[in-house]
């Protein structure tokens, strides 16, 4: 059918959501030092199972989201954090890709726990599923419309964003999971399945974006446990 869904726009949403740092100055330990203790949990290729590969981190999306963002009634308070938080300091994974599927995250240490705390505060809000859903829709179209041949085939898309309960990790995790399903004017439809996992570790918030055609949960969650650990053991020893 000729069309392959776009997945660059994904990373940017959980981060600009659940790891964006709050502005201000930063307690406790230095920047630079702080910085050290978020790429200890930021996913690698070791992560991973054989076969899946790194490439650069796509951020160009960043300033469109927000925009997109500040338009939407429902996203207005998913706006005014993403303008908030921005100081803190973080380290952003590269993008792990397997066929159709790609994950990444992004880890941030905030001032306090109590910062923390409240930023996964932000992330559990209950209209944030309703602004996720409007959020990919219209981002989604304008990728498509960008490609004038692929937008004449497209006749609708639908975002289908809800809360997963039982994900048990960290000192407090949330996490929200859905399908995009692109219908064609053919009469056919192309799905992707889109998860976002906000994983609280004392004061850092480490957030995970992923994207799939298929199954990859028996990738994802070694991966995630894995830079987890290494997150926790990090904080534990600075």
Known sequence: MGIRLRTALLGALVGAIA??????????LS???????AKAGALTLADFPQGWAQKARDSSSDTQVQKAAEKLPSCKQFAAFGKANSANPKANSPDFDLGGASVSNT?????SEAKAVAAMKTF???????????????????????D????????????SISRTRGVD???????????????LK???????????????????????SYSADTDISAALQPALLGSIGRLQTALSTA
């Not at 004038?148 to 975002?159: F, G, L, R």
């Not at 009469?187 to 480490?206: D, N």
């Open 19 to 28: 790891v964006a740092g709050f502005a201000g100055p930063v307690g406790g």
């Open 31 to 37: 920047a630079s030092a702080d910085q050290q203790l």
């Open 107 to 111: 880890v941030s240490l905030y001032a």
């Open 124 to 146: 559990g809000a209950s209209a944030l599923p309703i602004c996720l859903e409007k959020l990919f829709r219209a981002e989604f179209a304008a990728e498509f419309k960008k």
């Open 148 to 159: 004038p041949k692929t937008a004449k085939q497209i006749d609708s898309v639908a975002v």
């Open 169 to 183: 990790v960290g000192d407090q995790a949330i996490a929200y999971e859905g399908p995009v399903t692109v219908s």
């Open 186 to 208: 053919d009469g056919t439809s192309v799905k992707l399945g889109l998860g976002f996992i906000a994983v609280r570790v004392g004061r850092a918030v480490s957030g995970f």
